[in-house]
């Protein structure tokens, strides 16, 4: 199911920061995020 941003049945995680501003992301761009941009988050996933 696709919201015409992300495909919702993707979404790895969501939360809602301290502004109230809703943050979600799918697995495939997370696992970019922690093999090029920070690669120091892997296995920070419970944090």
Avoid: A, C, S
């Avoid at 919201?3 to 790895?12: A, P, T, Y």
């Avoid at 502004?19 to 697995?27: C, D, P, S």
Wanted: zero cysteines.
């Amino acid at each position: 199911m696709e919201n015409g941003f992300i495909n919702i049945d993707k979404i790895f995680f969501k939360i809602i920061t301290p502004l109230n501003v809703e943050v979600r992301t799918t697995i495939d761009y997370w696992q970019y995020l922690i093999d090029i941009k920070h690669p120091v988050m892997k296995n920070k996933e419970d944090l």
